[in-house]
């Protein structure tokens, strides 16, 4: 007689995944009534998602046994490596780098993702290119954006591998100024000083700003007042000596 290990010996076992195509191959005996498979991921083209794996074993004139198994296919683990800062004067473009890396089975670079990038409470936003190596970059123009602190979301995807986001915080700086003026004023008592001033921005070049509010103060007296432009950079007021 023989017993039902000795069946399950010599039976025949497979595998199969139902998806867009059967996928299915032989199972080998390891002994014991033991049978193992090996399912390469990559070579069958699975996506990460969950299937259901069929298992069917057989031999001529013996019941033929069938089980199914779910069988999740996780997403390649990545990392992304991005700075926690960067900063810039306001009206330049600000050099955004990122790098995104698989980190399973083994550590290599994603040359073909999709990166993309955007300023949380503007509606700046855009995309990122690949450089070599999985690196990729990006210049924002900073021009719209008010001098102050944001948060710059980069997010990086690529199928059948983990998304990866990042915050890295923005900080755009005013715009770089210099006022021009004399050293001193004078004027006659009961006359009228002629107070000027040349106020011009530095960056990317000097220009004049002409829509600025320039005021003056004189301190201790409670006199104060603002300046007009009149031209160019240059802003001037009348103060009377009498008031």
Request: charged share 10%; net charge negative.
């Amino acid at each position: 007689s023989r017993g039902l290990g000795d069946v399950y010996k010599r039976q025949s076992l497979h595998w199969s995944i139902s998806s867009n195509t059967t996928l299915s191959d032989v199972m080998t005996h390891t002994g014991d009534g033991n049978y193992s498979g090996q399912i390469d991921t990559t070579t069958f083209n699975l996506d990460a998602g969950s299937y259901t794996l069929t298992i069917t074993a057989s031999k001529w004139n013996y019941e033929t046994q069938t089980t199914s198994i779910t069988l999740t296919v996780y997403s390649a683990t990545t990392v992304l490596d991005t700075p926690t800062s960067l900063s810039g004067v306001r009206g330049e473009n600000i050099t955004v780098w990122a790098v995104y890396n698989r980190t399973y089975p083994s550590d290599a670079s994603i040359e073909d993702a999709t990166l993309t990038w955007v300023i949380q409470g503007t509606p700046l936003h855009g995309a990122m290119s690949h450089t070599t190596e999985g690196n990729y970059t990006t210049q924002i123009n900073t021009t719209s954006l008010d001098a102050g602190s944001y948060t710059l979301t980069i997010t990086a995807s690529r199928q059948n591998h983990q998304t990866q986001t990042a915050s890295v915080t923005l900080t755009v700086s005013g715009t770089p100024t210099i006022l021009d003026t004399p050293t001193a004023f004078a004027g006659v008592w009961s006359g009228n000083v002629t107070v000027w001033a040349v106020f011009n921005r530095t960056f990317p070049g000097v220009e004049p700003l002409t829509d600025a509010t320039l005021t003056w103060v004189i301190q201790g007296t409670g006199l104060s007042g603002g300046l007009t432009h009149i031209g160019g950079g240059n802003y001037t007021a009348q103060i009377t000596t009498t008031s």
